[in-house]
């Protein structure tokens, strides 16, 4: 049941959702420079850099709300108040699917777009497709997170492809922040 308030409360959940905003910060940053940058592509490298951010925040602030036990909530009690509770599997799995494809569309579409955008953004479209896979696994139906076990329990196991993705993110926001301010510097 779903509750509001700070619900990953130990200091693995606390600090993931501390790398999650500072990644957020590093993506809106680096979006501020595309928006100075002296060539073509500013406005692009701005929407990119600030849809970035704002995904990025949006998952640091569920990190903490867990929006999705809420979702779930709703969605449980909508099925057993319509009658189609029995396919609730079925339906879960439709819905993490569909997640997956839009999610993964998404970036596809993007690469397709430029060719430059990978080379330029790779690693923070590696991130996202990172952070997509772990959204995926802690939303379906079987919870293969808990596929993850191991004879010596690994503190924070479950957060180690989350936390690969937000350092993907960040570690690009960053190599970006630093190239741009650079050329900033040397054209003025």
Known sequence: M?????NDNDWLGWGTTVAYLVTAFLCFVSGRLGGMAPH???RSERGFWWCLGTVVLLLGVNKQLDLQTLFIDLGRDAAKSEGWYG?????QWLFIAAFGMVGFGAILWLGRRSRQLWREYGLAL????ILVLFVMIRAAPVHADRGLHVKHPVPGKRHLLELAGIACVGISAGTYMRRHSISLKTST
């Open 2 to 6: 779903w509750v509001f308030g700070a």
């Open 40 to 42: 073509d592509g500013d």
């Open 126 to 129: 590696c991130g996202i497709a």
């Open 87 to 91: 396919q609730r599997r079925m339906v």
